[in-house]
């Protein structure tokens, strides 16, 4: 530090620090200032919701059926990381329709931002098999039965993402799909996510 070094960040193999070395401020970009999580909205032809109890909750989350949720790991798609956790929480295989929503908070755990996308997940299996280190409980649940509860209903931010959801099956909304795509910016693939309309053939709006 005495060198004009400045502390940046760590991570699990190093510490990183920096020397701006041109006159005038440091334009050197921050450290990561969000996390990101997926949750995912598993509906299937029963008009069931495949929902949750987790181990380690807050207890007045105790009792309570929630989405299968989690952290997207560094380098992953945000539709892959939703397929893994919930393939991960509850053992059933699923694929990505469309981003139904997402919320952007502050000041949340160790005091980063944290982008939070609900994922529309279409099942490809129906046996549970949860994660126990994780997981207190995995089933499916009547839809109508899951919106019902306290959890959702005393909610504003829940609430509104149900009804969200609500809308979604109904076929009135339509959320956003990933599309690969190339930038001669960087010249590399990325995940542009967008709504194609109702009247596209690339549309996945009237899949159910």
């Not at 070395?21 to 999580?37: F, I, K, M, R, T």
């Not at 005393?154 to 990933?178: P, V, W």
């Amino acid at each position: 530090m005495q060198k004009g070094f400045k502390y940046h960040h760590a991570e699990e193999a190093y510490v990183m620090l920096t020397y701006w070395l041109p006159e005038g401020p440091c334009l050197l970009p921050a450290n990561a200032s969000h996390q990101v999580g997926v949750g995912g909205f598993v509906f299937n032809d029963q008009n069931q919701v495949l929902v949750v109890q987790e181990k380690y909750c807050d207890s007045a989350f105790s009792g309570a059926w929630k989405l299968p949720t989690g952290f997207i790991q560094e380098s992953e798609e945000i539709f892959s990381g939703a397929v893994r956790e919930v393939q991960e929480e509850t053992g059933i295989d699923t694929e990505f329709v469309e981003v139904i929503a997402f919320r952007h908070a502050h000041h949340l755990a160790f005091e980063k931002s944290d982008l939070f996308f609900i994922c529309m997940l279409r099942p490809l299996s129906q046996e549970i098999k949860i994660d126990e280190t994780e997981i207190q409980a995995a089933k499916w649940m009547p839809f109508s039965e899951f919106v019902e509860q306290p959890l959702i209903q005393d909610d504003s931010m829940f609430k509104k993402i149900m009804e969200i959801c609500i809308q979604r099956l109904r076929k009135n909304y339509c959320g956003l799909t990933a599309h690969p795509v190339i930038s001669k910016f960087d010249g590399r693939w990325s995940s542009l996510y967008y709504n194609v309309g109702t009247n596209s053939q690339d549309s996945n709006c009237h899949v159910s």
